[in-house]
């Protein structure tokens, strides 16, 4: 099993920049990426960026540019690093480790962007 836990999330104005951690717990060997959603009310979470353990990295158009998704060879601790922020890229932002065939997700994280 593995454990997810998010944080960094916060109220920042647009233009502004916040960076998310994700660090995991448990059978962290087993890892195989980790990815970011994010879901406003009403909707469905969408994927945002994603990480594998050889490091190759996606990310939604919306964001390429100016998220950056990183982390360390084990994927224990990943990164979104989130710059030029706009009001719709408020929404919760859930971190999801997949492995062994099965996948975990962390509590999830607000983040904020208004003026």
């Known amino acids: 099993q593995v454990q997810v836990v998010e944080s960094g999330g916060g109220l920042v104005q647009p233009g502004g920049s916040l960076r998310l951690s994700c660090v995991t717990s448990g059978s962290i060997f087993s890892i195989y990426s980790m990815n970011w959603y994010r879901q406003t009310p009403g909707n469905q979470r969408s994927l945002v960026a994603g990480i594998t353990r050889d490091g190759r990295t996606n990310y939604a158009d919306s964001v390429k540019g100016r998220f950056t998704t990183s982390g360390d060879s084990a994927l224990n601790t990943v990164y979104l690093q989130m710059n030029s922020l706009k009001p719709e890229d408020t929404a919760v932002y859930y971190c999801?480790?997949?492995?062994?065939?099965?996948?975990?997700w962390g509590q999830g994280t607000q983040v904020t962007v208004s003026p």
């Open positions: 999801n480790a997949v492995y062994g065939g099965t996948n975990t």
